[in-house]
């Protein structure tokens, strides 16, 4: 039996992972071995630029806080090497960041398992979410989708007002 401040340190550790887990709008756990010291300075000063928290966790210490937030399905990928990259602000950024990496290393670096907003990913919802943009460019696309008919309607509308010998500039006022 660990003695007392050993055990306060683990569950300060656990109460911890598991608070930077439930503030994650999205985390992805990762094999991370046979990776070098450069690779790992290189993603880990990515994730930094897109402000993903990225750390190795212990297995026992992680299952302990993924337990107690209900997410249960991820024990069994719990072993091995394991590091977890958390994001708060823009969740696509770690399934990105992450994908990219792993296509570049191999057999070296894989996503082990992913969760989004308390719930655990499929293979494929993972393979989805890092063919995403980022979160600026999706409300880009989402403004550009909303912008667009009445972009139309002006361009159609000042038309129809030079076809009928109308003037699109505003009318001078008279003194």
Do not use: H, W
Not at 38 to 61: F, H, I, M, P
């Amino acid at each position: 039996m660990p003695n007392a401040k050993v055990l306060s340190e683990k569950q300060a550790i656990v109460e911890a992972l598991a608070k930077r887990i439930q503030n994650a709008g999205a985390g992805v756990l990762v094999d991370y071995r046979g990776i070098t010291v450069a690779e790992d300075t290189e993603l880990r000063a990515e994730l930094r630029k897109e402000e993903v928290e990225y750390s190795v966790v212990k297995n026992t210490l992680t299952r302990k806080a993924l337990d107690k937030l209900g997410m249960n399905a991820l024990d069994d990928v719990l072993n091995g090497t394991t590091s977890l990259a958390t994001a708060e602000k823009d969740p696509i950024a770690p399934f990105r960041i992450i994908a990219d990496y792993s296509k570049k290393m191999g057999d070296r670096f894989n996503v082990k398992a992913a969760f989004m907003e308390g719930k655990v990913l499929s293979d494929s919802e993972i393979e989805m979410m890092s063919t995403l943009g980022s979160k600026g460019a999706l409300y880009s696309k989402v403004l550009g989708t909303m912008i667009a008919p009445i972009t139309g309607l002006a361009v159609c509308l000042g038309q129809i007002l030079e076809q009928k010998g109308g003037s699109v500039e505003a009318p001078a006022e008279a003194e």
